[in-house]
Nanobody, 117 residues
Framework: QVQLVESGGGLVQAGESLRLSCILSRSIFGINAMSWYRQAPGKQRELVASITSSGSTNYADSVKGRFTISNAQNTVYLQMNSLKPEDTAVYYC?????????????WGQGTQVTVSS
């Protein structure tokens, strides 16, 4: 089994930055994409950013130009700049993997990001 451990969340003021990290417990093959999702109170979980195995990235419109996703070894990062109060949420790391045509979905436990105005 693969575990994902997120870190880097916290309480910041609007305009400040945070860097989230998500470490996989072991190396795995067959990764399609690594992503960050977030869920604010009373709202559905939404995709924030993703990066494919080929390095292609995708961002939610609300974070384009402010957030940057990257990965290295067994870690995926989310650099968040110019944070806004509406970015407040629990942020979850996700790994999408396919092995022998079977899809696997791994999630971290989440890290809280709170942005005060």
């Amino acid at each position: 089994q693969v575990q994902l451990v997120e870190s880097g969340g916290g309480l910041v003021q609007a305009g400040e930055s945070l860097r989230l990290s998500c470490i996989l417990s072991r190396s795995i093959f067959g990764i399609n994409a690594m992503s960050w999702y977030r869920q604010a109170p009373g709202k559905q979980r939404e995709l924030v950013a993703s990066i494919t195995s080929s390095g292609s990235t995708n961002y939610a419109d609300s974070v384009k130009g402010r957030f940057t996703i990257s990965n290295a070894q067994n870690t995926v990062y989310l650099q968040m700049n110019s944070l806004k109060p509406e970015d407040t949420a629990v942020y979850y790391c996700n790994v999408d993997r396919v092995v022998l045509a079977k899809r696997y979905d791994y999630w971290g436990q989440g890290t809280q990001v709170t942005v005060s105005s």
